[in-house]
């Protein structure tokens, strides 16, 4: 599958403060990334589509002026969590590549925690 | 509702038994059903299926499909301990716009 690269690894902010994720492919082209968010001992739940040069698709009850995406070039596409709350707090991962799903790469994901 | 549902969401069993996880599914225009491993970050891809009665195997793990009663087998004989992980299943459907997982089993291998 493609190589998929996220940055930070894990954060901890504080409550009220914006945080950015990377999600970054490596070795491929990637015109539409996806985010999704993990709870613990949940499953992965898409929050948004992210089309390059374009504005993302958000997933029902996801707010579009809270996780702000931004898709600028073919590697990158950034998620950042405004006005972050504790409720925030989880796992993020981003992917690529979903019509080719056995060729999918996630990302190893973010771990967020806002205090 | 369009939806994916996995059995059991746990389970626990001692190295060398055979495990079967189920996932069945209700979506509209399926696509393909894909079994992916998560351990500690992100899924691993195990099968991707989308023609009912094709078994997929890779080592001793195997997986089938059956499209008229809407569900999906995941087989892993002779467990070990690295097996242990949620394992997760996905669908894509209408018309291939759409990708859900389901709840995941978790698969606990104890020595």
């Known amino acids: 599958g493609a190589v998929v690269s996220q940055h930070p690894s894990w954060v901890i902010c504080k409550s009220g403060t914006s945080v950015k994720i990377e999600c970054r492919s490596l070795?491929?082209?990637?015109?539409?990334m996806f985010w999704y968010r993990q709870f613990p001992k949940q499953s992965l739940m898409l929050m948004a589509t992210?089309?390059?040069?374009?504005?993302?698709?958000?997933e029902q009850g996801v707010e579009k002026d809270k996780f702000l995406i931004n898709h600028a070039s073919l590697t990158l596409s950034t998620l950042t969590v405004t006005s972050a709350h504790p409720e925030d707090s989880s796992f993020y991962i981003c992917?690529?590549?979903?019509?080719?799903?056995?060729?999918?790469?996630f990302g190893p994901g973010t771990r967020l925690t806002v205090l | 509702e369009d939806k994916v549902v996995q059995s059991p969401l746990s389970l626990v069993v001692h190295e060398g038994d055979t495990v079967t996880l189920n996932c069945s599914y209700e979506?509209?225009?399926?696509?393909?059903l894909l079994w992916y491993k998560q351990e500690k970050k992100a899924p691993t891809f195990l099968f991707m299926l989308?023609?009912?009665?094709i078994e997929k195997k890779s080592g001793r793990l195997s997986s089938i499909l059956d499209k008229k009663e809407l569900f999906s087998i995941l087989n892993i004989t002779a467990t070990q301990t690295g097996d242990s992980a949620v394992y997760l299943c996905?669908?894509?459907?209408?018309?291939?716009?759409?990708?859900?997982f389901g709840p995941g089993t978790r698969l606990s291998v104890l020595p």
């Open positions: 992917s690529t590549n979903q019509n080719n799903p056995s060729g999918m790469g």
């Open positions: 070795d491929f082209q990637a015109t539409t």
């Open positions: 992210s089309n390059e040069g374009s504005k993302a698709t958000y």
């Open positions: 979506v509209t225009n399926f696509r393909s």
């Open positions: 989308t023609s009912s009665g």
């Open positions: 996905a669908v894509i459907y209408n018309y291939g716009q759409n990708f859900v």
